[in-house]
C-alpha cells in the first residue's frame, strides 16, 4: 500500500500511519511505503510522525523511500494507492497512480471528486479520517475483484481527462484566450 507524498503537514501523513496500524491489527502482512521528500523546514513534523509510527509499534511495516524519480516502477509494484492529503489542488500522484491502473482511496481534496467517482473508478473519504481509509483499504483488500475493477476504471478516466496531451490543448486554450483579450 503506497503514497507518495512529501513528508508536510498538508500530505497528512499521520492518517496514512493512523489507517496502517489499523490495517495491521487485520493482516500483519502488509507493507505500507511512502515516497517523498523529509525538508529539513517539517522536521519537527518529521518527528512527529517517527514518533507515532514507534508508539503504534509499526516501525518495522512502514518504510520511507525518500524522494524518488521512478515513481511509475513504485506505481506498477503497488496494490492500492492511498492518498491522505489534508489540502491539495489537484494531486498529481493521485493521476499517476490512475495512470497505472491503481485503485485509488483518496481524502477529499481539490479536484478527486471530479475524477474520482466513489465505488467506480476509486473512493474519496473525508480528511483527516483514518477509520474510514482504513475501511476503504480493507474492503479492497478483502475483495480482489473489485481493486482490478477499480483500477481497470481509474485508468480509463486517466486516459479520457488526464492525459498530458489533453492537459497541453487545455493550455493552450487558455493561454490563447488570454491573448486575445489582451489586444
Known sequence: ITTVAGINPTKGIEYFVEMAALLL??????????????????????EQIKKLIHL???????????????????LKSSDIFV??????????????????QKPIVTTDVGAVKKYIKN????????????QELFHKVNFLL??????????KEARKVSKQYLDVEIAAKKYKIFYNNILKTEK
Open 25 to 46: 491489527k487485520k493482516n500483519r502482512n502488509l507493507l505500507f511505503l511512502i515516497a517523498g521528500a523529509k525538508l529539513s523546514s517539517h522536521s519537527r513534523y518529521s
Open 56 to 74: 503504534k509499534n509499526i516501525q518495522n511495516k512502514i518504510v520511507f523511500l525518500g524522494l524518488i524519480e521512478e515513481i511509475p516502477s513504485l
Open 83 to 100: 492518498c491522505t492529503s489534508v489540502s491539495e489542488a489537484s494531486p498529481m500522484a493521485v493521476w499517476e497512480a490512475m495512470a497505472m
Open 119 to 130: 465505488g467506480e473508478s476509486g473512493y474519496v473519504v473525508p480528511i483527516k479520517n483514518p
Open 142 to 151: 478483502k475483495n480482489r475483484k473489485k481493486m482490478n475493477l477499480l483500477g
